[in-house]
């Protein structure tokens, strides 16, 4: 399929959105209303919908279409969007490729498929097939704790002379990777590179990152905003005020509990103290303890009031 897409145009934060869910589980459309509003107000750069944050191994296709179909509505093209379409099976992929494009998304991303040990042979050709008959630009995503493998520096350099490939997301945590994907960027200027962990923004665009796929975005918006923009200023006195403050999401938000699914509650308890989304999460995660709500509810208004002392 020749496909002749770039995603030079893409940067700055976008957020990886949760996805609002009823106790009923399924999905809360007038949340998912609340949210994608919520984030045009702070001034986000693009959304990135069913990713891990987004729960999107848990939900059922339904759900998955719905929140395409919504989101892709309400954006009405202000933002790119890109749509989650990571699965075992290259066929589901595709299909969900197809509602994208069909609903007005900009971009897919896909992880490794996350069952078998993949070598890096089978990363190479099962992305390759994928952007092949991928009908939107395709990103590739690094998430080794979630998948098993690494999608190594060669194998993106390697998948990134496609035409159909154009960029990735890296939510390694790892720095020496990162740069060996900054270097791959020099060589091919058209390609994306986007951070996953927010409290790696400010480094990670210094040294030429294209942004932050950043899960805090989605409850603080514009914070993220104004530190990408100081960021790609170099205005330190902004970011030595607004660096501490991220990290203390990580801690205190993030970390509150030892549960695998302390991230994602933190998020989802805090949208729900602003009011914006239930803090309902999917099965097979289960959400943390009473007490647990509580701390993290406490730390967010802590920092909402370190947030408005910035002016």
């Known amino acids: 399929m020749e ?7 893409l940067k700055g934060i976008i957020p990886p959105t949760v996805t609002p869910l009823l106790s009923s589980g399924e999905l809360d459309k007038k949340a998912t209303e609340r949210l994608t509003k919520h984030l045009l107000d702070g001034g986000v750069h693009g959304f990135f919908i069913l990713g891990t944050t987004g729960e999107i191994s848990s939900l059922k296709p339904s759900i998955k279409k719905e929140l395409i179909s919504l989101t892709c509505r309400i954006v009405d093209r202000a933002v ?9 099976a290259l066929d589901s992929s595709l299909k969900f490729a197809k509602v994208a494009k069909d609903n007005g998304a900009d ?31 395709l990103f590739l995503y690094n998430f080794p704790a979630m998948t098993k493998c690494s999608i190594e520096p060669d194998t993106v350099a390697e998948l990134s002379k496609h ?6 997301k890296d939510s390694s945590g790892n720095g020496v990777y990162f740069q060996k994907l900054l270097s791959v960027k020099r060589s091919n200027p058209e390609f994306s590179v986007f951070v996953g962990p927010e409290e790696l923004l400010v ?8 942004g932050a796929v950043a899960g805090g975005a989605n409850i603080f918006p514009s914070l993220y905003v104004k530190l990408y923009e100081a960021a790609m200023a170099g205005d330190q006195e902004t970011i030595n005020r607004i660096q501490p403050i991220i990290m203390e999401i990580s801690q205190k938000i993030y970390g509150n509990s030892s549960k695998s699914s302390s991230y994602l509650c933190g998020i989802k308890e805090s949208l729900y103290f602003l009011g914006i989304c239930e803090s309902n999460i999917c099965l097979p995660l289960v959400t943390v303890d009473a007490e647990t709500k509580e701390r993290i509810r406490n730390n967010l208004e802590k920092i909402i009031f370190k947030i408005k002392s910035l002016g």
């Open 80 to 88: 790119p969007i890109i749509v989650g379409i990571t699965h075992t």
């Open 107 to 137: 971009y897919v991303v896909a992880a490794p498929p996350f069952f078998f040990p993949l070598d890096q042979q089978d990363i190479t050709a099962y992305y390759t097939r994928l952007a092949d008959l991928s009908p939107l630009p």
């Open 3 to 9: 496909i002749t897409h770039n995603a030079i145009n």
């Open 163 to 168: 035409n159909n490939i154009v960029g990735i």
């Open 203 to 210: 480094q990670s665009v210094y040294s030429g990152a294209d």
